[in-house]
């Protein structure tokens, strides 16, 4: 058992703590960053137990291997490691990583099975005091009710949870009283609405100190900086230069940033081309390091033919994050504390008790809320500062980039290139595909630098993920990875992102080039994927879809990825000044199982709104 309970609380497995007073606390693995995952899993619960949302309660899940991503293996993330390596991991709790649209996937079924256990030991309690089967009692509200009489869960938690688990989970049937897909409030609303809900730079400790940090360029190193400018500036405590980073350490944050941009410091480190296409272009054409996944014969099929072929290239991005880099820590000589924004706690306890040179046993983090949605927080750069200052100030230390700094540092999302090719068969229905693409998962790289691993078969993964959503017979695809001079990060949604706009513009160009309609082409080539081809009739009939002709202000595209599929048609045009005008997006959205349905339509519109 994982969870810590407190006074008059009992707890019910790894997941699930009920109060005497009928509080129902749910522990959650996953770290809220907007997607409403603070709502989602504790629904679960709520939904399997029979409880009353007001009743439910969520705090962060603790470090241990009690609450593995399951997900892990199956989505690549532990590739090139042995099965011992991996199942360590999985233990320590290294894999407790909130990406890749991971979390419901991940954790429904053990949530449900967790609250059906304390359901079925609720109702056992119940049935004992009024002498009657389990199977002629229910729940509702937070209730255990059998013929007119009732008890509160909080009124059974003591007895409940001295009952023996049950060895056989009986999942709840029938529909009366269900909460999975109700619109129900957000957990986190009211904190946020009210300004309560706290960020890593809201955190205050007795005799806390500010720091504010500048970093060296990847592969650089400090040259210089005047110490005498920093001096003579009110409230410096203490400058701290190490080769490849310098803080200023004051009473307040405001005095040590200005400390640090009086340091005036010089760094070394290469300068970034003005533009990246060029090292794209050159992967594509020389790289070695690649990974192909073939289905059918496309060099067959396409031979004595000329196949339709387009070129598109993504930029890379930046996470351009609200909430600057930040994290807290007190050392006291033998044991940290952490507090520091992260999607990955168990990598940023690793690197908290490597700073502070102690085992990860001795680093209790308590991980806080992200700041942004992007993934910028799967590595959490600031907590090494924090601890490795606290350590030599022996006091509290909240190191912090500034914005500039923050977005100076920021694992970029790597961009992408890609080459197509195509031959339209009969009828429109595309015979053979190719795309040849150069580009970084995000992910992939993270986990390569946070364990130093690296594994072949993260290509060929790659190169699965970028096949298009269309039965199509022949199709081959290559990924290439390039070398770029820049650090790669994870960035939620990528790189099927760019898939997508690969993948939706070259088959409009397919159906231009067998005078098809738009739709039309695209349906006649999702006979195996009806999931995509509903939505994108949804879309189109919600859109009064015109058929995208000359003349038209349509564009329609899909994606299918992350177990969801999306049909999308926009209005768009170009104004005078060349600038484009997006009137309107109408979005139609399969996700299978719904667990909170206003979630649903605020990650959609959340996610449509950061395209633009």
Known sequence: MCLTTGKREEAFGNFIKIARDGRITVAVPQTETGQGIWTGLPQIVADELGAAWDDVAVEPAPLTGGYPNNLATEEGWLDGFSWLRSYRMQEDGR?????????????????????????????????????VEPKDCQTADSFVMNRGRSFTFGDLAEEAADRSPPSKRQLRQGTQGRLIGKPLPRLDGPAKADGSWRFAADVRLPEMLFASVRVAPPGGRLLSFSHDAVSRVHGIRHIASRDGWIAVVADTWWAAEQGVKAAHAKFSG????????????????????????????????????????????????????????????????????????????????????????????????????????????????????????????????????????SQNQDLLSAGALARMTALPGQG????AWKMEF????????????????????????????????????????????????????????????????????????????????????????????????RCLQGAARLADWDGGGPGSTMGIAGCSAFGSHIGLVANASVGSDQRVKVERLVAAVDCGRAVNSGVVAQQIEAGLMWAL
């Open 95 to 131: 894999m407790r990583i909130t990406a890749d649209a991971t979390s419901v996937r991940a954790f429904e079924h053990p949530l449900r099975e967790a609250a059906a256990v304390a359901r079925t030991m609720l109702v056992g309690a119940a049935a004992d005091r009024w002498n």
């Open 270 to 405: 290469m300068k970034a081309p003005a533009e990246f296409h060029g090292s794209f272009e050159e992967a594509l054409a020389h790289g070695d390091d690649r990974g192909k996944f073939r289905r059918g014969d496309y060099d067959r099929t396409v031979k004595g033919s000329r196949p339709l072929a387009a070129t598109y290239f993504v930029a890379p991005s930046q996470h351009l994050g609200l909430e600057p880099i930040s994290a807290t820590a007190r050392f006291d000589g033998d044991h940290v504390e952490v507090w520091g924004p992260t999607q990955a706690p168990g990598f940023a306890r690793a690197a908290a008790a490597e700073a502070a040179k102690i085992s990860p046993s001795d680093v209790t983090l308590y991980p806080m809320p992200t700041g942004e949605p992007a993934g910028r927080a799967l590595e959490s750069d600031a907590i090494p500062y924090a601890v490795e200052l606290a350590r030599q100030l022996k006091r509290p230390v909240q190191a912090t980039l500034s914005q500039s700094a």
């Open 428 to 431: 429109g229905i595309t015979a």
């Open 438 to 533: 150069c580009a970084i998962d995000g992910m992939t790289a993270a986990i390569q630098r946070m364990l130093d691993v690296e594994d072949k078969r993260r290509l060929i993964r790659a190169a699965i993920n970028g096949l298009p959503p269309y039965t199509i017979p022949n199709v081959t695809i290559e990924a290439v990875r390039p070398s770029l001079p820049f650090r790669i990060g994870y960035m939620r949604g990528s790189p099927h992102r760019e898939f997508a706009f690969f993948t939706e513009s070259f088959v409009d160009e397919l159906a231009r080039a067998a005078g098809m309609e738009a739709l039309a082409f695209r349906m006649s080539m999702l006979g195996e994927n009806g999931r995509l081809a």
